[in-house]
């Protein structure tokens, strides 16, 4: 069983940053694939940005260049630095982490707004 927690959500204004956290309760050094989706009210959950075991990162196309994905194996934390926000990406940030079975962080709010 692994305990995930996100944190860093809150209020943001227009074209402004947020870095997102996600601790885990395990290490995540071997873990095969973590990633950051997101959900909007009334809309499905989608895949912002992925970290696989690799090393490699993979990005949802309308995020490409103003997010990062990074992870932090000493700290089991994975990160998703996120540039030049936009109203229509307020949500729900929710971590997910694969490692034989799927688990889920409590999620995070994130609001654009001025």
């Known amino acids: 069983q692994v305990q995930l927690v996100e944190s860093g959500g809150g209020l943001v204004q227009p074209g402004g940053s947020r870095r997102l956290s996600c601790a885990a309760s395990?290490?995540?050094?071997?873990?095969?694939?973590m990633g950051w989706y997101r959900q909007a009210p009334g809309k499905q959950r989608d895949l912002v940005a992925a970290?696989?075991?690799?090393?490699?990162?993979d990005y949802a196309d309308s995020v490409k260049g103003r997010f990062t994905i990074s992870r932090d194996n000493a700290k089991n934390t994975l990160y998703l630095q996120m540039n030049n926000l936009d109203p229509e990406e307020t949500a729900v940030y929710y971590c997910?982490?694969?490692?034989?079975?799927?688990?889920w962080g409590q999620g995070t709010q994130v609001t654009v707004s001025s």
């Open positions: 997910q982490l694969v490692s034989g079975n799927v688990y």
């Open positions: 395990r290490s995540i050094v071997s873990i095969y694939f």
């Open positions: 970290f696989y075991r690799d090393g490699t990162t």
